[in-house]
């Protein structure tokens, strides 16, 4: 791919988560333990509480998400944005992915069917927190390819992604990205091909996202 057309390639990514026993009295000045008592102390037991939801895991599960997302059609991929965004946000991610994929298929020259998007979240944190909602920072890698269009090629960036918690669920209310930071390429390597991007994207991802 010609340099300009990776330059816009990068652009179109940017913008486009006991029991215890009885014991037996010695004497008389030996208090009994009676079963009144254990129900008693037991009562003053608090039961364990589930973990508070993470917004880091659900920021995460949104980036990840990407190649579930390239894997099915519109209708589809509305069905999964409506598990990981907002209610009120859900039209506007849809249509900002679909823009997206539409523009990076007609930079690749392919149709937007045959593209191949992988993103993978290599680190991620809290940025900001205030009770109901944060705002997680997420840096990845993506790789896109096609057939019949040479090697494959990787974006890096920073995705800043704002959540709200809602009825225990933490969702995406908005999103938006930098470019990199970005490690040197290996001059030494060998580029694949599509066909060996092919098999190693096909297997199931480490990070999982959010499907049908």
């Not at 008389?28 to 895991?57: I, K, L, Q, R």
């Not at 990840?64 to 598990?83: C, N, Q, W, Y």
């Not at 523009?103 to 991620?124: G, H, K, N, Q």
């Not at 990787?154 to 809602?166: A, G, M, P, Y």
Request: aromatic fraction near 6%.
């Amino acid at each position: 791919m010609h340099s300009r057309s990776l330059r816009a390639l990068v652009l179109l990514v940017m913008f486009a988560t006991i029991g215890c026993s009885p014991a037996r009295s010695q004497s008389s000045n030996v208090s009994v333990t009676t079963s009144s008592n254990v129900e008693s102390a037991a009562s003053t037991v608090a039961a364990p509480t589930a973990a508070a939801p993470d917004p880091v895991v659900a920021a995460i599960a949104y980036v990840a998400s990407t190649d579930d997302l390239m894997g099915h059609s519109p209708v589809g991929r509305r069905e999964i944005f409506r598990k990981l965004v907002a209610p009120a946000e859900v039209d506007t991610q849809a249509a900002s992915f679909e823009q997206a994929a539409s523009e990076l298929a007609t930079t690749l020259d392919v149709p937007v069917e045959r593209l191949m998007w992988v993103e993978v979240p290599i680190t991620a944190k809290v940025a900001e927190s205030n009770g109901d909602s944060a705002s997680v920072d997420v840096w990845t890698v993506s790789v896109l390819a096609a057939p019949s269009t040479g090697s494959p090629q990787q974006v890096w960036r920073t995705v800043h992604i704002d959540l709200e918690l809602s009825s225990g669920r933490w969702l995406v209310t908005a999103a938006n990205a930098d470019q990199g930071p970005t490690p040197a390429a290996n001059e030494l390597a060998l580029q694949s091909g599509w066909k060996e991007f092919q098999v190693v994207a096909s297997w199931p991802a480490v990070v999982k996202g959010v499907g049908l």
